[in-house]
């Protein structure tokens, strides 16, 4: 089921029926009229009507006679996009090798530019029994941490500045931010060093964390490792940071060369 009502449902035909395209695609496979209506915000008699233009052109069909589904022509179009390049799928590999070599949670996030939110598509864990929890889905904020930083120095500078607007507080410490100056001039750090560093012994959570590229140089997440801050210390003489780098590096290849 999806979660709770939107609030301000977009205006106009085109945006609503790209916004129910949306929402149909986040939400469970098969649903009915009322709940994708509540969901959206919309009356019946809007969702409906919506719905009948994406079932003619193949992108929803129904399911039985109370209830509707992600149509094979939306599915196709889906397989076709992933064959192009999977990111998720291009990763795992790279993870399961920081995590062999490193003994650290190796994590993937993507960006998502139109709700400006980062979050964790894929992991692996430590073996270690003392580790920081990561589930795939969660949400990292940009200004904080190593992951969030290290998409956010690769954003164009108005999308900078949109994030620097909200007075956000850490999610983990329920601190502010640090002032905007300061990390002005640390997001110019990471973009000159190609990788974020974070750091923070009193929620005992560190990380080390690089970009990942699209073919027109866009942000479209990052790569990074995640551990207690009580072993941050143990990897700061070694190659960890390389690896990391390294792994970053090697998915912006692929997405370089993915074929169109």
Sequence with gaps: MW??????????????????????????PRFALGDLAARAGLPQSTVHRNLQALIE???VERSGSQSYRIGRELQRIASRLLQRFDLVRAAQPLLAELVGNWHETAVL????????RVVIAESVCTPHPLRFA????????LVWGSLG???LAFLPPGEIELVLRDPSV???????????????????????QGFSRYYEPQMEIAGIAAPVFGPEGEVL?????????????????????????AAGRHLSGLAAVSPA
Aim: glycine share 10%.
């Design 221 to 245: 997440g990052c790569v990074g490792v995640t551990m207690p801050s009580s072993r941050y210390r143990n990897h700061l003489e070694d190659d960890l940071v390389d690896a990391v780098c």
């Design 57 to 59: 052109f193949g992108l």
């Design 3 to 28: 979660e709770t009502a939107l609030t301000n449902p977009p205006n106009g035909a085109a945006r609503r029926l790209a916004f129910l395209l949306k929402l149909i695609g986040d939400g469970p």
């Design 170 to 192: 850490g999610p983990l410490t329920g601190r502010p931010r640090m002032p905007r100056d300061d990390l002005l001039e640390e997001l110019d750090a990471i973009r000159e």
């Design 149 to 151: 930083r290290a998409v």
């Design 109 to 116: 996030c993507t960006y998502s530019p139109i709700e400006r």
């Design 134 to 141: 990561i589930e795939n889905g969660m949400e990292i904020g």
